[in-house]
Each structure stands twice: as C-alpha cells, then as structure tokens.
C-alpha cells in the first residue's frame, strides 16, 4: 500500500520523501490515509475497485461547490481511477463555525442554475446518480431521482409488494405536493452532518459531494436526517434565504430520496423510515 501511495503523490507531481503513512476514518467506500513528507500532508483516498469516474466526480463536484464561493473545499492535487490526493482539512470549530456553515449553505443555495440536473451522471455514495438536464423540476425529482432509486431496490428485492405498489403510486401523485416552479441551485448533493469539517481556525469545509442543480428544499430536508445540524446552523440560513412555509410538509417526501439510497446500500434497516414515508403521502 505504501508503494501505491507515493505513485499517488508522484502522479500529483509530488517528490518529497514519504515520511509516515496514517490509515484514518475516512467513510465507508474508500481507505483514507493522512501521508507526510515532513513538509507538508497530504489526504490521500484509495479505492481498489472505484466504479469509472468515481474520482474524476469527486473532483469535479468540489470544483463545481468552490466555483460558488459559499464555502472552503480542499484542494485537489491529482485523481486518478484508483485514488486521490487532497489537501487534508485538519481544524476544530471554533466560535462563528456553525453560523458560517449556515450561511455558506444558504450562499450555495442561493447560487442559481437555469435547468435541473448536471451535464454528467455522478454517484450517491458508490451508487450511480443520474443527471441531465430537465427544464422542470417536478420530472427531473420523479424520473431522476426517485424512480431509479424505486426501480434499483426492485431489482434488489427490497421493495416487497406493498412497498412496491406504494412507491410506484406515489410517482403519479408527486404533483399533489411538490410545486414545479422552484429555481435550481447548486447543492452539494450529499450534505449531512459527516460531509463538512472545521479546517484551521474553525472555517467549515465542504467535503465528499455528489453535486447537481436542484431545489434548495431537497437538500435542506435532507440535512435533518441522520443527526441533523445544530439549530445555530439553521438559525444562520434562515437569515440569509428563507424557507418556505410549507417546507414541513414537503421535507419527509424529500428526504425519501437518501432513505431509498441507504435501502438499496445497507439493506432492510432503512425499510421502516421508507414504508413510513411511502404510507403518509399514499394514503
């Protein structure tokens, strides 16, 4: 592994003397490891077996959230099919973190698209995440978001037939509650609560994106699942964009999305908030 990580740093036009190599916690899909030349570190994620691009869209998804202005992203060294190198983001946070998180989130999803989706299909965890472009937003939610994520847990066997008949009826029914007039945005796309860190001096970064243009709504739902942010955080968004009244009874929809995708990753433990969801908006 070693060998591999220099080749790594080389390709990156790196020729300084590996010092030490730390394997650290990095997320569930690639090994990550903290390598110094005694210079300088370097965070370095590998991925014997990534699908094709999955690096290349990692790399660009962190330009596409730097190219916004709304938050710090690391700094990308090299990509290649196997890994990549990256500045690694080292902090605590610090007093004013959260606040600049939330108005980093609120500045990301102020910055406007013209059509939903993204030019490339990019991933969802290692899961495929199918883009293009839609003028609409209610199809592009429907037929790029939900029904391959429905038609993917069939395919698994976890969607048994109750579930299914309910998934396939919610998709005629979206128009009872998602309005087709919201502006895309930028979004980061997989934004919960392990998706940022304090760099130095506490500034938040955006890390591990999955990025596309879409309803704010969406991934701000989202980002109450699995933890949440600290009111502090939704305090500081709020008085930079506004949320919409009506955003309570639109989020558990919108939140089903990342439930199917943890359905289809992990398995029947994400059966119950699915069927849960599936029940409110069918009955």
């Known amino acids: 592994m070693n060998e591999n990580l220099t080749m790594a740093l080389r390709q990156a036009g790196i020729q300084e003397e590996v ?53 710090s992203v690391p700094y990308v060294y090299a990509w290649d099919k196997k890994f990549i190198v990256m500045e690694p983001v080292n902090g605590r946070s610090a007093f004013g973190t959260e606040e600049e998180l939330g108005r980093g989130m609120a500045v990301l999803h102020s910055t406007k698209g013209t059509v939903f989706g993204l030019e490339e299909d990019n991933f969802i965890g290692e899961l495929p995440q199918i883009n293009g472009w839609e003028e609409s937003w209610l199809p592009f939610l429907r037929e790029k978001r ?80 699995f933890g949440g942010f600290s009111e502090t955080v939704y305090q500081a968004y709020q008085e930079h964009k506004q949320i919409d009244s009506l955003f309570e009874e639109r989020k558990p929809l919108y939140q089903l999305y990342y439930l199917l995708v943890h359905l289809n990753i992990f398995g029947e433990s994400y059966g119950s908030p699915v069927d849960r969801i599936l029940k409110k908006y069918t009955e």
């Open 19 to 71: 010092k030490n190599i730390q394997q650290v916690s990095g997320g569930s899909i690639s090994k990550a490891f903290m390598v110094d030349t005694g210079r300088a570190s370097y965070f370095i994620k590998w991925h014997e077996e990534a699908p094709t691009d999955f690096f290349r869209q990692e790399a660009l998804g962190l330009e596409f959230l730097a190219e916004a202005e709304a938050l």
């Open 146 to 225: 939900l029904r391959p994520q429905i038609d993917l847990a069939r395919s698994l066997g976890r969607l048994p037939e109750s579930r299914a008949k309910r998934a396939y009826r919610l998709l005629e029914r979206l128009d009872k509650w998602i309005p087709d007039h919201h502006q895309p945005v930028k979004l980061h796309g997989d934004l919960w609560g392990g998706n940022w860190l304090p760099g130095r001096d506490g500034q938040p970064y955006f890390i591990d994106p999955a990025v596309w243009y879409g309803d704010h709504e969406f991934e701000l739902a989202f980002t109450y699942l």
